[in-house]
């Protein structure tokens, strides 16, 4: 059994090992509609147990074909219905309670020691479904889609960052750290990644580069992400942040510096962060970005079952 909380806490082959799973079985699946099973069913009978903190449209729909595509189901609890926010039962206990009846358990959470926690208390795995400070299924899953559109390594490849330094782009940097691919990072000056972060940069990698110049993050690019400037643990002044972030904005210049065939990505949902006609462009791969998270998340679950082939 392995748990799945976070990119850096897992070894880089066993990463490479859950890709190379996903694209066999998105390939050998091809002709079978969402819910037809793999063959084998090599989850057959297993629960997996979901529960979001926060909102979801993505994760909660892809972990749900994921689980019934490997023979297996899910539930989905609501926090504010169980005992666990209302009415003081621990996370001990519940941990227990969902080890028995469950055999897997899927949490987005507000607080990152809550994984920490539930992780000490359950015997069955437990995958960070996002949290404050990363979200590795969507990471893992966006390196999957990087490969498959352009038919290379990501080592071989330079990516860019245009955004905020959040979850996602953590996820992205401890990524950059386990794949060895060139990560540029533009950023506004006061949003550059935690001092947390930054030593983890630079006690492990010389390929991610921070650029408070957008045109300079993105020029050579072979693929271009973005996310939200406002997360959704972002406790800040709004309007004020999003000023801030004016010029960061991914436009049509903006692409053009890049190379000619760089793709755009974006975990969704969108914000004001990119314009419209980038985002529907040809260049922007975000809706083959989304439906990947069914393939990586599937093999996700394999490797914490010990299942992966
Ligand atoms: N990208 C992503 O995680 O989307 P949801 O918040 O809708 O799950
Ligand atoms: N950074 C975003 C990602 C949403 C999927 C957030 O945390 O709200």
Sequence with gaps: MKHFINLKDIPAKDLRKIITDAKKRKKQRKKLNNLEVD???PLRGKL???????????TRLSFYLAIKQL?????????????????????????????????AFMLRTSKDEKLEEFKKYLSIPIINGLSPSSHPTQILSDIFTVEEIKKKPI??????????????????IAAS????????????TKYQPSK????YIKSNNNKIRILHDPKKAAKGADVIFSDKVISMNDKVNKSKKLGQFKKFKINKKLMSLAKKNCIFLHCLPRGKEVE???????????????????????SILLYCFGKLR
């Design 177 to 188: 750290i386990k794949f060895s691919f060139k990560l540029n990072i533009g950023c506004p």
């Design 39 to 41: 063959k084998g069913s």
């Design 276 to 298: 419209e006609d980038v985002f529907l462009s040809k260049k922007s791969k975000v809706w083959q970005q989304a439906l990947n998270r069914v393939h990586v998340q599937k």
């Design 196 to 199: 947390i972060i930054m030593k």
């Design 155 to 172: 080592s071989k490849l330079n990516i860019t960052w245009i955004g905020d330094s959040n979850n996602v782009l953590n996820s992205l």
């Design 71 to 103: 023979g297996g189901s899910t539930l989905t609890l609501r926090p504010d219905e169980l005992h666990l926010s209302k009415g003081g039962e621990s996370i001990q206990d519940t941990a227990k309670i969902l080890s028995n009846f469950g055999n």
């Design 48 to 58: 997996l147990v979901q529960m979001f903190e926060k909102s979801s449209l993505r």
